[in-house]
């Protein structure tokens, strides 16, 4: 059984949970974009015609799909500020997917090293050219993998959220809690009826709980002043 307090706390807890999801995945995004501008592999090049100079190789040309990724993460965003329901969940399915797909480039690089043949190729280097001291700079690939799980724990939070507030919302009270839920909205302190009255006192109102008040012999269009109408006062 559940009272007017306990789904006056569980609808409060979700839009704040939805908020904390929105900026998780803000902050995935923010911290996959920074990466993919950091350098991720260092080295010295030689070319016989000048002094070793040093280089390095950012995040968006060694791992391609991180700018694309932090881009369509902050589409997200802006999808969760607008749609509801599974659409909601859907766009947490879809972020998920995303912030998977940072963490494999990120943990890949960390744990696999560096090919020289591929950053020859993706620096466009001459066959003269000679590579020295080639490294991973390893803060960098890091930061794309934090905002990885920054992003995927907002996208769980997504997904579950609008699962818990149904669940929340459809939990069973017996015909006495609903009818003392529905004389708590005729008590609260609104003077533009019981409606008005219950949404200040932070009482979901629903068909269900105009019908209880009914049910219980009480007037829900009623204002404070003219009090709930008695049975038999016709």
Known sequence: MTGPADQSAGSGRGPRTRLLAIALVLLGAGLTWASSR????????????????????????WAAELAPIALAMGAAVVALLVVRGSFYRLVGVVIGALALAVGVAATRSLVAGVEMDRVRQLEALPARAEIAELAVVWWAPAL??????????????????????????????????????????????????????????????????LWDALDAGEDPTASADEGPEKPGSR
Do not use: C, F, H, N
């Not at 950091?38 to 040309?61: C, F, H, K, N, Y």
């Not at 990885?148 to 609008?162: F, I, M, W």
């Not at 006192?201 to 269900?208: H, N, Q, T, V, Y």
């Open 38 to 61: 950091a350098g991720w592999i260092t080295m010295q090049v030689a070319d016989g015609l000048q002094p070793p100079r040093p280089e390095s190789v950012i995040g968006a040309t």
């Open 144 to 209: 794309a993998l934090a905002g990885a799980l920054a992003a995927l724990a907002g996208a769980v939070l997504a997904v579950v959220v609008p699962l818990q507030g149904k669940a929340a919302s459809g939990r069973y009270q017996t015909p006495s809690a609903r009818r003392d839920d529905a004389r708590a909205v005729l008590r609260s302190d609104g003077r533009e009826g019981a409606i008005s009255g219950g949404a200040a006192a932070g009482i979901p109102l629903d068909e269900r709980l």
